[in-house]
Nanobody, 119 residues
Framework: QVQLVESGGGSVQAGGSLKLSCTVS????????MGWYRQAPGQERKLVSV??????????YYADSVKGRFTISQDNTKNTTDLQMNSLKTDDTGIYYC??????????WGQGTQVTVSS
């Protein structure tokens, strides 16, 4: 069973930065897409960013709301997928979940980490 553990959440003022990290229990980056979802208070979980590795090429997706501010990356030696979040806004507040999609029916989720952005 693949396990995902998020870290790096916290509280920050608007305009600040945070870096989230997702540590994976196995080397799965060559076969699984890694992503981050956000669940704001009272709202459903929404996709924030995805990274896919194909040989030595990385493909990245960002939701429109975070383009230009967030950067997703991977460290294959550490089995981590990171989300660097800059110019944070109050709307970025929520619980951030790391995910691994390894097939159409095979999804793994972390336990989530809270990010709170205050004005």
């Amino acid at each position: 069973q693949v396990q995902l553990v998020e870290s790096g959440g916290g509280s920050v003022q608007a305009g600040g930065s945070l870096k989230l990290s997702c540590t994976v229990s196995e080397s799965i980056f060559s076969t699984c897409d890694m992503g981050w979802y956000r669940q704001a208070p009272g709202q459903e979980r929404k996709l924030v960013s995805v990274i896919r590795r194909s040989d030595t090429t990385y493909y990245r997706y960002y939701a429109d709301s975070v383009k230009g501010r967030f950067t997703i990356s991977q460290d294959n030696t550490k089995n981590t997928t990171d989300l660097q979040m800059n110019s944070l806004k109050t709307d970025d507040t929520g619980i951030y979940y790391c995910t691994a999609q390894c097939s159409a029916s095979q999804y793994y989720w972390g336990q989530g980490t809270q990010v709170t952005v205050s004005s």
